[in-house]
């Protein structure tokens, strides 16, 4: 334990760099429709990315990710109105702040709380085809809809962009108002996704048209992704020229450098050499970056994001596969904690630079998280849910988290103050079914995530195929896939090589195939497919230790945090606990005391 505190000691090396903006090409929209893909979008810019999100509801939910989902909808993502009385004011027509009333603590936060609930109520009411589920998302969409206008300041209706008091009062707490848009923006863009809905479409072309002012707010980093989404709908030029100037050079000096405009460039990734960041602000600030690649063609944009997160994956990286973040981002650490909030948004994170870059490396981030501190964060009746999670949690109350509700927030509770993580939780699981299958440019399907599903989609010369996945992954290391496309139909299926597996065999009905991976970590099967198929994939698993940076050691196996470097849980045996992946991991010190000795710091 004495080497726990030596390295969060150094934590206290931390230094800041100065800011490197680099170069950004003005953007190059094309201005005709471009349709390769079933999927792709009417309007592209010049790169796409490597793989193209379905909408949600092409991936069913099946076996245990099913009944997940459905405890979700049973639990708080169906009723949160009935959680918190804040939730019932969440973009309501009568919750309209101004003044100093749009700082979050003093009457704005369900503008945040509503957004990050409403990304999941959206996403899950689509995954699951539950009309109460999307009758209520529409019902709240419904009021900014009718009220939404060029006149208003994004989504805020009751604010007038030419008002010099309204446009003062957006700047509170860093610009926390325009971040809490769009939160809002991102459920909207997913619901349209799923609906098609014009009203919903409109309703973000109006409020990304008509001023783009945002852009320059440390919280309009939230509104580049669903600015990015509704322009490739929509073709709008004013949200292209505030897109353009965003990843322009010319921006760079408007752009406030914290938290956002930092993460433009590259980082110094000497140890201790970048200053740390609160975890949420991190990811939201990092990510939307890499839009910036497609947007632009410039490479910049996307290794930028990418080391980033490399950097927080070597420093920062807990075993159950999120950053420290309680609430800050910092060294790795046996009692450190990791907020609700970064859970969610870690996983988001990866998807969308998953995504953007094809990068397998990056789902296998996203599975990791999900299968370890995805579960940990919430009861499996989806009715409790802590605030931090903590690998080596010992008693409730333990550790003593910083920051939020503080060590309470280690305790499974209906709500926790603030009611951020409250919220963010419903975003999770939503997020994780809707992208276990994305679509390719060249009309085929990529199996991104695993887990038991079906995925519904347009191959080939679209036509419709259903792909069932039959497997109990990741508590099993088979994956059966049968294959049935309406008619025969030539289409590549890419499956992903976890980059942990040494071992993975595939076979295509019965015959054995390469299990080579390209340099992106898919296999890619191209062949006339007819309905009856079948894919088999094995994923052998393996224990391997790591360290962290505390030099504490914990073994892992596969995806599911099996036990750390500390006493065994069963004397008798000499066995180490297994991992409990619907719950929270409460791994034992190898030492009295340990946990009173350990040191707690940003
Ligand atoms: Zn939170």
């Given at each position: ?52 999100p379905l909408p949600p509801g092409a991936v069913e939910p099946?076996?245990?990710l099913r009944d997940w989902c459905l405890a979700a909808r049973d639990g708080y993502t169906g009723h949160m109105d009935a959680v918190h009385e804040e939730f019932r004011r969440a973009w309501a027509a009568?919750h ?13 936060w369900p503008y945040e709380g509503g957004g990050y609930w409403f990304d999941g109520l959206a996403r899950l009411g689509s995954i699951l085809r539950d009309d109460g589920l999307i009758a209520q998302v529409r019902r709240r969409f419904e009021v900014v809809a009718s ?8 989504f ?24 809490a848009c769009g939160l809002l923006g991102r459920a909207m863009a997913a619901y349209y996704a799923a609906s098609g809905e014009?009203r919903i479409l409109?309703t973000l ?17 939230s509104?580049?992704w669903p600015?990015?989404q ?110 609700t909030c970064?859970v969610a948004g870690?996983l988001w994170?990866?998807i ?18 999900f299968?370890?501190?995805g579960?940990?964060t919430v009861?499996?009746d989806f009715q409790t849910h ?28 209906p709500t926790?103050?603030?009611l951020c993580c409250t919220a963010a939780l419903n975003r999770i699981v939503p997020n994780y079914v809707m992208h ?167």
């Amino acid at each position: 334990m004495e080497l726990i505190e030596r390295f969060f000691l150094g934590l206290t090396a931390l230094a800041s760099v100065p800011l490197v903006a680099p170069v950004a090409a003005p953007a190059r929209c094309e201005e005709s429709p471009v349709r390769v893909s079933a999927y792709a979008r009417p309007f592209e810019p010049p790169r796409r990315p490597a793989l193209i999100p379905l909408p949600p509801g092409a991936v069913e939910p099946a076996g245990w990710l099913r009944d997940w989902c459905l405890a979700a909808r049973d639990g708080y993502t169906g009723h949160m109105d009935a959680v918190h009385e804040e939730f019932r004011r969440a973009w309501a027509a009568d919750h309209t702040m101004r003044g100093e009333r749009l700082n979050w603590f003093r009457g704005a936060w369900p503008y945040e709380g509503g957004g990050y609930w409403f990304d999941g109520l959206a996403r899950l009411g689509s995954i699951l085809r539950d009309d109460g589920l999307i009758a209520q998302v529409r019902r709240r969409f419904e009021v900014v809809a009718s009220r939404v206008h060029p006149g208003g300041i994004l989504f805020l209706w009751w604010l007038d962009k030419d008002s010099p008091e309204d446009s003062q009062a957006i700047t509170c707490d860093g610009g926390w108002p325009i971040w809490a848009c769009g939160l809002l923006g991102r459920a909207m863009a997913a619901y349209y996704a799923a609906s098609g809905e014009r009203r919903i479409l409109e309703t973000l072309e109006t409020a990304y048209s008509s001023d783009r002012n945002w852009i320059r707010l440390p919280g309009g980093m939230s509104n580049v992704w669903p600015a990015f989404q509704t322009y490739t709908w929509t073709g709008n030029k004013r949200i292209a020229e505030a897109l353009s100037e965003v990843f322009s050079k010319e921006a760079s000096a408007a752009i406030a450098p914290n938290p956002w405009g930092r993460y433009r460039r590259m980082p110094d990734a000497r140890p201790g050499a970048e200053t740390n960041e609160h975890g949420v602000a991190f990811l939201e600030a990092t990510t939307p970056w890499a839009l910036g690649y497609l947007w632009t063609g410039d490479e910049e944009f996307l290794k930028a994001p990418l080391a980033w997160h490399d950097l927080v994956e070597r420093e920062a990286m807990q075993p159950h596969g999120v950053i420290v973040a309680d609430e800050f981002w910092g060294p790795t650490g046996a009692f450190r904690g990791t907020e609700t909030c970064d859970v969610a948004g870690y996983l988001w994170s990866q998807i969308v630079l998953l995504s953007v870059s094809g990068q397998g490396r990056l789902a296998d981030r996203a599975e990791r998280a999900f299968f370890n501190a995805g579960p940990a964060t919430v009861s499996r009746d989806f009715q409790t849910h802590v605030y931090f999670q903590s690998p080596n949690r010992v008693a409730d109350n333990s550790p003593p988290c910083p920051h939020g509700p503080g060590a309470s927030g280690c305790s499974y509770k209906p709500t926790h103050m603030p009611l951020c993580c409250t919220a963010a939780l419903n975003r999770i699981v939503p997020n994780y079914v809707m992208h276990m299958w994305m679509a390719t440019y060249d009309n085929g399907l990529a199996a991104a995530l695993y887990g038991p599903c079906k995925v519904s989609a347009l191959v080939g010369d679209r036509v419709p195929v259903d792909i069932v996945c039959a497997t109990d992954y990741p508590f099993g290391e088979a994956i059966e896939m049968n294959v049935r496309p309406a008619r025969k139909a030539a289409f590549p299926v890419l499956l992903r090589i976890p980059g942990w597996c040494a071992h993975p065999e595939v076979r295509v009905n019965g015959a054995p195939v390469s299990a080579g991976a390209d340099e992106r970590g898919f296999v890619r099967l191209d062949r006339l497919w007819k309905s009856g198929d079948v894919i088999r994939l094995r994923l052998p698993m393996s224990v391997r230790v790591a360290g962290g940076r505390d030099r504490g050691w914990r073994a892992v196996r596969l995806r599911l945090l099996r036990s750390s470097s500390l006493r065994p849980a069963d004397p008798r045996s000499g066995r180490p606990e297994h991992a409990r992946p619907l719950g929270q991991v409460d791994i034992r010190p190898g030492c009295a005391g340990g946990e009173a000795r350990c040191r707690h710091r940003c």
